[in-house]
């Protein structure tokens, strides 16, 4: 495999998005702006309906989610639960009661009518990590991207069927494996690699992660082999 390369520009930690199983959990909902605009970003004044248990106050910042699809596994066709894409974060400047108003502080993509809040994760550190040594050998499956692409190459992100669970952490690395159909009198499938990929975040049995090197495109539901640190 080539040498894993950095991306041509810092990868916003905020932006790569997750699996989740169940539905997301959010402190509130943006209904509206002043201006009554359908797409908001950066310095734009929201309304937001809270939740009951949210506990919000003044000066509080959030990032703003989208549930997206439902995702289910490429091969066996088993729910995977939902992706959740990060579009920016804001902060509260007045609640009253459950209803709050905010303005958006950094948007990283379109932001809309209905797309939810949660707390902030803060992020340790930027792509790439340190490689990381998986005690044993772990085989998974690319089961989506973070933008809906098919064809996936360089500085794509990825989600894969193994996290946590399955003693996967950040700084992981995968080698995608790619199957050759050979041709004439052996004609048969040959695994050759089609690049690497890192892992940014775990989740309980998944993981979201960005592909540092790349031979050939490759398809969702793409093998992945965890590989050892050199």
């Known amino acids: 495999l080539s040498l894993p390369q950095s991306p041509p520009s810092p990868l916003p930690m905020r932006s790569i998005g997750y699996i989740t199983p169940e539905p997301i959990t959010a402190l509130g909902t943006i209904t509206g702006s002043p201006e009554g605009k359908a797409a908001l970003s950066s310095f734009d004044t929201v309304y937001l309906q809270l939740t009951p248990q949210a506990e919000v106050v003044p000066g509080k910042r959030c990032r703003i989610v989208r549930q997206e699809r439902p995702l289910t596994h490429p091969l066996t066709g088993k729910r995977l639960g939902y992706l959740v894409s990060i579009l920016g974060d804001l902060r509260i400047e007045k609640v009253e009661g459950r209803i709050a108003t905010a303005q958006i502080d950094t ?111 490759f398809p969702i539901g793409a093998k992945v082999v965890s590989a050892r640190a050199e």
């Open 107 to 217: 948007s990283l993509d379109v932001i809309q009518v209905g797309d939810q809040i949660q707390e902030i994760t803060s992020w340790a550190a930027a792509p790439p990590f340190p490689p990381a040594t998986l005690d044993e050998k772990v085989e998974g499956v690319v089961v989506g991207s973070q933008a809906g692409k098919v064809n996936l190459s360089l500085y794509d992100v990825v989600y894969i069927d193994r996290g946590r669970r399955q003693g996967v952490s950040r700084g992981d690395r995968f080698t995608v494996i790619y199957p050759l159909a050979g041709a004439g009198e052996m004609d048969r499938v040959v695994e050759v690699p089609a690049g690497e990929i890192q892992v940014l975040d775990a989740q309980e049995n998944t993981a979201t992660a960005l592909v540092i090197s790349s031979r050939r495109d």
